[in-house]
């Protein structure tokens, strides 16, 4: 916000501005690429963690369980249910995994904040990309209201991306979780 302020009451000669949106584009730049890369690298590896953990529920689970192997990938896939599917396979999977050994099936808050800041990292993103439907500008603006509407869209990037990072670290936690206890059941069923 600082060099919006400077560079629209000229305090900032043009040439010194054009430097500082050029460090800011560049920055901007390797945080999308690095973002992208995680996202493909991330939802490769949340598909193959659903895969596995709907299989084990398959062999070990007392109740039926609805879902199989193909259709929990496929909902990844299907507008508006990937928004809900995977909150719902995750509680799937935690209580399910939990009641087989006899432990508390309640699902933990931080699942909860998991698919939560997912949304909200989502929405904010779409947000940002509706601001610029014509696609990002590849000029510095020029306008004070150019470089307010640029301003607020890094700004929605930004808080989507750590919304993001947040959210990967309560899956992770979740993740972890229903790992572990399909663990101790396979475990137990080698030993019996």
Known sequence: MYIA??????????????AA???????QAYVYD??????????????????????????FSKRHVPEGPVSVTLWQFAPGLNLVKPYQLMT??????REHLGEDAAYPAIGLWWWLCWLSGVFSATLAQLAFPEGYPLEEPATFAEIIRTTRVQFLFLVGTALSIFSVFCLLAV?????????RIHRGARAS
Do not use: C, H, M
């Open 5 to 18: 302020t400077q560079y629209s009451s000229r305090q900032i000669q043009w040439p010194e501005a054009d």
């Open 21 to 27: 949106w050029d460090q800011v584009d560049a920055v």
């Open 34 to 59: 690095v973002y992208w890369s995680a996202v493909v690298i991330g939802a490769i590896g949340f598909i193959w963690f659903n895969i596995r953990a709907v299989s084990n529920l398959k062999v």
């Open 92 to 97: 799937l999977y935690w209580s399910r995994s």
């Open 175 to 183: 993740t972890r979780g229903i790992t572990r206890a399909q663990d």
